[in-house]
Nanobody, 115 residues
C-alpha cells in the first residue's frame, strides 16, 4: 500500500523560505506526475506546482518564480521549495502523485506566513 509522508512546513515570516518534502512509501511505479496543492481557509484545494515527468513543470501564476518543484528519483520524493513567502501563501499544503492511474495524497502540512 502506497503512503505519502510529508514533512516541512510551519511558521515563517513574510519574505522567508520553507521547503516541503513528500516521500512515497511502498511500491510505486509508472509515475506520471508529482506535485503540490494547497487549501487556504474558506477556499477550495487548488494546484500550486506540478512536475510532469520527466522534467516539465507547471506553476500557479501567483507562485511562479518563487516556488520550485523538484524530485529525487532514488528516494521517490518530491519537494517544494518556497521562497519570498507572502501571507497569502498561508494554507495547508498537500502533495500528490499520480501513478498507474491512481492518485495518491499526503495528509497535508500547515504553512503559516505571518510576522
Amino acid at each position: 500500500q502506497v503512503q505519502l509522508v510529508q514533512s516541512g512546513g510551519g511558521l515563517v515570516q513574510p519574505g522567508g523560505s520553507l521547503r516541503l518534502s513528500c516521500t512515497a512509501s511502498g511500491s510505486i511505479v509508472d509515475i506520471v506526475t508529482m506535485g503540490w496543492y494547497r487549501q487556504a481557509p474558506g477556499q477550495e484545494r487548488a494546484s500550486v506546482a506540478v512536475l510532469i515527468l520527466p522534467e516539465r513543470t507547471r506553476y500557479e501564476a501567483s507562485v511562479q518564480g518563487r516556488f520550485t518543484v523538484s524530485r529525487d528519483n532514488d528516494k521517490n520524493t518530491v519537494y517544494l521549495q518556497m521562497n519570498e513567502l507572502k501571507p497569502e501563501d498561508t494554507a495547508v499544503y498537500y502533495c500528490t502523485i499520480r501513478a498507474s492511474d491512481m492518485d495518491y495524497w499526503g495528509n497535508g502540512t500547515l504553512v503559516t506566513v505571518s510576522s
